[in-house]
């Protein structure tokens, strides 16, 4: 068995390949060749934590395994340690053997970085021009630098609940050479494409905050009760998603299914879009909005580009089970 410690992760794996990896399995999963497994997350009652399995397999990239992990509050005070704990675990499809147990913490920013990159790339308009971000967090800086690498985007503006975060988006924003401006909420009007990555309980980001031709990426909702966006806004827009049985129960369709406003079959997957079997986008004029709800199959398939590069660098560690 391989294994692929934390600190090797920044240097072995790139934007690309995680980008590559997470359009990869997204169009396995719409093709019906990968699958999730039901998630597990349990309230330890112990440290306030939250611990739980992703898993799943994709028979074409013969990919099998689970994500364990989780949320502990009190790592960061108490011992100096990131809240978000997790380790991917990879086994071999054709015989069960343990091959690769890979640092997750990284790769969890990458893949869900990944996610909303392949949604700009394969349904917002060519001529996307400025981004918008609500939300400045740790994940916001990750959103952000995979997004503008996506189109030619020349500004950048963001909105945060916390004002003093949005410097994590500005040092972004100089890093590509781009302006950025701090906005209220109704000056999103001006973003061709809006990245939504908070940890909010009522929706932020209403209908009229957002101009007729908008791509939206909605990736902080990925757990019941949690909501960015204005259940009108995906009434109003075409909705794609990773997971339709997670988007409707833990993403943020979850809010315009409850109210009637859509209805499951008005979801699409995005890998249907990669594959060419949804058009996708069909005019400039569309709102499309992704609901990235997150699932285990996109950190099974980074986790398993990283054991390959390890492996050809000679940097994983190889130890008899
Ligand atoms: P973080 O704690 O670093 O940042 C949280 C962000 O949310 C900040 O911008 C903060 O100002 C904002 N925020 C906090 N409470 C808020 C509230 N009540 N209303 C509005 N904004 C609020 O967290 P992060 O690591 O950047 O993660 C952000 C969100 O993304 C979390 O909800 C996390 O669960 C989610 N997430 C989703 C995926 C996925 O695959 N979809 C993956 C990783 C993280």
Known sequence: MLIVPEREIAELMTREAAFDAVEKVFAAMAAGD???????????????????????FDRAGLTLGLKAGGYWPNNLEKRGLINHQSTVFLFDPDTG???????????????????????????????????????????????????????????????????????????????????????????????DVIVTITSSFAPILMKDHVSPGTHIACMGTDTKGKQEVDAQLLAGARVFTDE?????????????????????????????????????RSSDDQITL???????????????????????KGVATEVEL
């Open 290 to 312: 992704f609901d990235g709800t997150g699932v285990g199959l996109q950190d099974l398939a980074v986790a398993a580009a990283v054991v390959e590069l390890a492996a050809e």
């Open 97 to 191: 053997k343990a091959i690769a147990m890979v640092g997750g913490n990284l790769l969890t920013a990458l893949r869900t970085a990944a996610a909303s990159s392949v949604s700009i790339r394969h349904l917002a308009r060519k001529d996307a021009k400025v981004i918008g971000m609500v939300g400045a967090g740790h994940q916001a800086k990750f959103q952000l630098r995979a997004a503008l690498e996506q189109r030619d985007f020349e500004k950048v503006i963001g909105w945060n609940r916390h004002p003093e975060m949005l410097k994590n988006l500005e040092d972004i924003a100089a890093e590509a050479g781009l302006p950025f401006e701090a906005v209220e909420l109704d000056g999103m009007r001006q973003a």
């Open 34 to 56: 990968a699958y999730n497994f039901p998630v597990v997350r349990e309230a330890i009652g112990h440290e306030d934590a939250l611990y739980g399995f992703k898993g799943g």
């Open 244 to 280: 339709i049985a997670q988007s409707v129960t833990i993403g943020e369709s979850q809010h315009a299914i409850a109210a009637g406003l859509i209805a499951e079959t008005d979801i699409a997957q995005l890998g249907a879009v990669i594959n060419g079997t949804d058009p996708g």
